[in-house]
């Protein structure tokens, strides 16, 4: 079974510039989840969608940040414009549905904002 | 608000002996609890799971071990192999909202051969 795939794998940009992630989750599961894990630190929950509806995305800057996941597969992220302190691990994770407890994470985008 | 803690950063165990990583936890709202596995450059992977309703839960060499009472669950590695090497993040879920995963700041575990 193939696993969650992200690309790319890093990615550097200047400030005020934008960039923008892709995921495939796991065929058949409905829940995906994008984290950021700034080093030093766990994975921090950005989003959630259930198929390509938006569960929960309190913790998602809203000014800068924005997701999708047109046709409840794969999904994108995007930072426009980027600062500094947001470099970090951008991690995509899925899970069969929002109860199932195990989440299944991809290898993440490395991004450096200099 | 960290509401999931690992308090040790770093931990050396030599192979063959037990690894025993620790993690705390605020919110009585979780219900599942979760240890993940991270290697350099990989996302992290799932490695044990325990529900509330349970105090202990066994896969061959890992076992986690939850208090409820004390807010505290363990995770045990017997024996220790070098391969184990990584680092260990705790995690929880919240049964209220939208069921989501916090996580604690991670250990990193040497196994000295």
């Known amino acids: 079974e193939a696993g969650v795939a992200q690309s790319p794998r890093y990615k550097i940009i200047e400030k005020r510039q934008s960039v923008a992630f892709w995921c495939n989750p796991i065929?058949?599961?409905?829940?995906l989840y994008w984290y950021q894990q700034i080093l030093g630190q766990g994975p921090k929950l950005l989003i959630q969608f259930q198929n390509n509806g938006v569960v929960d995305d309190s913790q998602l800057p809203k000014d800068r940040f924005s997701a999708e996941r047109l046709k409840g597969v794969d999904s994108t992220l995007k930072i426009q414009p980027a600062k500094l302190e947001d470099s970090a691990v951008y991690l995509c994770a899925s899970s069969l549905d929002r109860v199932s407890g195990e989440q299944y994470f991809g290898p993440g985008t490395r991004l450096t904002v200099t | 608000d960290q509401q999931v803690k690992q308090n040790s950063p770093s931990l050396s165990v030599q192979e063959g002996r037990i690894s025993i990583l620790n993690c705390d936890y605020t919110n009585s709202m979780f219900d599942y609890f979760l240890w993940y596995k991270k290697y350099p450059a990989e996302g992290p992977t799932f490695l044990i799971s325990i529900s509330s309703i349970k105090d202990k839960n066994e896969d061959g060499r890992f076992t986690v071990f939850l208090n409820k009472s004390a807010k505290h669950l363990s995770l045990h590695i017997v024996p220790s192999q070098p391969g184990d090497s990584a680092v260990y993040f705790c995690a929880a879920r919240d049964q209220t909202g939208a069921n989501n995963l916090f996580f604690g700041t991670g250990t990193r575990l040497t196994v000295i051969p």
């Open positions: 065929s058949g599961h409905a829940t």
